[in-house]
């Protein structure tokens, strides 16, 4: 009944929101998250090893807040827009757009296109499989292969604002470094 709902008020200005799993291959390597989007902010929660478990981004702030939570704590980046995920139906600085087939994915039907995306004096070109019954592009990838972004799973749904605020309980890095013990502005929200 949501699909329904969302398809049938659907235009550019409508507000997209879903969760789904994130799986991305860059150069052969793999990486698996959770992703919970709203239009101007977004959550990975992140399956691999590493420090950083989760990371909010609020383009609505310019800022990208890195959460590691064994240590509760998080370090403030500036915003970056390379970041944002692709996940509009048209890609930004599309020029060109050529259907070459049909396929099921993650029991979704799609239609796949080839695009050609213009940014600046670069062009780059893209597999894109379009799933026709949620509109939504369950799979993105350069044309050469080396970088692929699959969403499985996907729900089309409100997303929490609790998922893209900072918890209460985690302390600054900058502040750790400094061992300064004062809250920031951030943590006052």
Not at 152 to 163: A, E, G
Request: net charge negative; aromatic share 10%.
């Amino acid at each position: 009944m949501l699909c329904a709902v969302w398809l049938a008020g659907a235009s550019p200005a409508s507000a997209l929101e879903f969760s789904a799993d994130q799986i991305t291959k860059i150069n052969g390597h793999s990486r698996k998250a959770n992703i919970y989007y709203r239009d101007d902010r977004w959550r990975l929660e992140h399956h691999d090893l590493g420090p950083v478990n989760v990371t909010i981004v609020r383009k609505d702030k310019q800022v990208m807040w890195l959460l590691l939570s064994r240590m509760k704590h998080f370090k403030t980046v500036p915003y970056d827009p390379e970041q944002e995920p692709k996940v509009s139906e048209r890609m930004e600085g599309e020029i060109a757009r050529e259907e070459i087939g049909t396929e099921v994915l993650d029991g979704h039907p799609t239609t796949l296109y080839q695009v050609t995306v213009q940014g600046g004096d670069r062009t780059d070109v893209y597999y894109q499989w379009l799933a026709t019954d949620i509109r939504f592009p369950l799979k993105l990838a350069r044309k050469d292969g080396s970088w692929i972004v699959e969403y499985r799973h996907v729900k089309l749904r409100p997303t929490s604002d609790f998922l893209f605020q900072l918890p209460v309980n985690f302390q600054p890095l900058e502040e750790f470094d400094q061992g300064t013990e004062k809250k920031s502005p951030q943590q006052a929200m």
